[in-house]
């Protein structure tokens, strides 16, 4: 079963609060991405693994921070959150970087 | 460096009309990826089409787009709007990352 999978769905943080996002998936997938969606702007790609402990900055990388250390998981922190971080995330993955993504259902960040 | 243009932020039709969504592409790559993907409300985005042809059609679900690359564009067409054809389509590049567009809203009337 072919599957991404993020934790938690929805999340209400307090501004300079630490936030993490998990993602998961079971395709063994070298490539992960965490995108972040906003309207008018689309998906803004955050950050990128190749394989674990092989991050790379994406479009947006500031305030955020990434962890692979296991190729089936893919972590997303922010590190005091700030209130124009609230946005929906996207965690996906992919075979190569040429393939399709796969992606997870979102989770909806609030920081108030 | 590389950029996909979606010059529209909203398309409404009524059922039954052509769908034309347009994109194109900026990149110093020969040989791109071209992707459509579509996002129905509440859902998480998922493939619709892909390309690295040239001049090559390629056909899903109803919709098809042919990578041009004479003219840099991967425009997304389908004959006759239905319904649940609304939803949020994306189109994205890839040459060294994945790169998506603004996206393209489309609202079908009945």
């Known amino acids: 079963d072919m599957k991404v999978t993020q934790m938690p769905r929805y999340l209400i943080k307090r501004m300079g609060e630490n936030v993490l996002l998990e993602c998961g998936q079971d395709m063994s997938h070298e490539t992960m991405y965490w995108y972040r969606q906003d309207p008018g702007l689309g998906l803004q790609l955050i950050y990128i693994?190749?394989?674990?402990?092989?991050?790379s900055e994406g479009d947006i990388p500031k305030g955020y921070r990434v962890s692979r250390k296991k190729r089936e998981h893919f972590s997303l922190i922010l590190d005091s959150a700030k209130t124009n971080q609230t946005s929906v995330y996207f965690c996906a993955s992919s075979g190569t970087t040429n393939e399709r993504l796969f992606f997870g259902h979102g989770t909806k960040l609030s920081v108030l | 460096g590389d950029s996909v243009t979606q010059t529209e932020g909203l398309v409404t039709l009524t059922e039954g009309l052509p769908v034309m969504l347009n994109c194109t592409y900026q990149?110093?790559?020969?040989?791109?990826?071209l992707f459509w993907y579509v996002q129905h409300l509440n859902e998480s985005p998922r493939l619709l089409l892909k390309s690295f042809t040239d001049n090559k059609r390629t056909e899903h679900q109803g919709f098809h787009a042919t990578l041009h690359k004479s003219s840099s564009s991967f425009h997304l067409q389908k004959s006759s709007a239905q319904l649940s054809d609304s939803a949020l389509y994306y189109c994205?590049?890839?040459?060294?990352?994945?790169?998506f567009g603004t996206g393209t809203s489309l609202l079908v009337d009945p």
């Open positions: 990149t110093i790559y020969s040989n791109p990826f």
């Open positions: 994205a590049y890839m040459g060294y990352k994945l790169t």
């Open positions: 693994s190749y394989d674990v402990d092989s991050n």
